[in-house]
């Protein structure tokens, strides 16, 4: 369904379940993507340890004021602060600054933390504007942090040819989401998220017992009702 989604939409292929690291879930809302793209974040910028030790103190995210409320909903319940949420100015057409998001992740690096993941917007739900992704990609990678990109609001507008546009940046992003049920009708809710690192997304929200567990391998694990 997603990798079937992402070719009608003209995603880049590291999306898909077929390349090697790709993939995608279908979510309620990209309030939960979001929350799923922080978390992923956190495991990558820790190598994995925040599992174990829970430490997210020195970990920094990025955004513009125009980016979603759920932004600073996601990093609370992953344990990030608002103190380490960093306002980028922007234009004025409402756009994310690069320069400005280059000089907030040096100073952070500089003070001993560590920038982990900025959430780029295509279509604010509150002004409708675009950050420029391929610029902000550079900067992200740079200090090696995870690339989100929530195009809730108008992704689906890259079902016409005309407006591919709206995906300028996404073979840079680690992450990205779209709601199919804005401009396709699908009913509410549907959300749907694609990354291009699903071992980061794996590790960060799956576990496995041994009850879960079954001879013929984890392809045929049993489901727990509770």
């Not at 004021?65 to 759920?70: G, K, L, N, T």
């Not at 680690?174 to 401009?183: A, E, L, Q, R, V």
């Not at 079954?214 to 045929?220: L, N, V």
């Given at each position: 369904m997603v990798d079937w989604l992402g070719e009608l939409l003209d995603l880049p292929a590291r999306f898909r379940t077929t390349s090697e690291r790709g993939g995608g879930v279908i979510q309620g809302t990209a309030s939960e993507a979001t929350l799923v793209a922080i978390l992923s974040a956190r495991w990558r910028a820790t190598d994995g340890t925040v599992n174990v030790d829970g430490d997210t103190s020195r970990?920094?995210?990025?955004?513009?004021?125009?980016?979603?409320?759920?932004?600073?909903?996601?990093?609370?319940?992953?344990?990030?602060?608002?103190?380490?949420?960093?306002?980028?100015?922007h234009d004025e057409t409402f756009a994310m600054?690069?320069?400005s998001l280059a000089a907030a992740m040096a100073a952070d690096r500089e003070a001993g933390l560590v920038p982990c993941v900025v959430i780029a917007t295509r279509g604010t739900t509150s002004s409708l504007a675009f950050d420029p992704v391929v610029d902000i990609a550079p900067i992200a990678a740079e200090h090696g942090a995870w690339l989100h990109v929530d195009a809730a609001m108008a992704g689906i507008a890259a079902l016409d040819p005309e407006q591919r546009w709206v995906n300028d940046g996404l073979e840079f992003a680690?992450?990205?989401?779209?709601?199919?049920?804005?401009?396709m009708g699908i009913n509410f809710d549907c959300?749907?998220?694609w990354t291009a690192d699903r071992h980061a997304l794996l590790g960060a929200l799956s576990i496995l017992?041994?009850?879960?567990?079954?001879?013929?391998?984890?392809?045929?694990?049993?489901?727990d009702l509770r």
């Open positions: 970990l920094v995210a990025y955004a513009s004021a125009q980016a979603h409320s759920s932004i600073e909903k996601g990093l609370r319940i992953a344990g990030i602060g608002t103190d380490r949420l960093r306002i980028v100015d600054r690069p320069d680690d992450s990205y989401c779209t709601n199919p049920h804005k401009w959300d749907v998220y017992p041994e009850y879960l567990r079954s001879a013929a391998g984890d392809a045929g694990a049993a489901v």
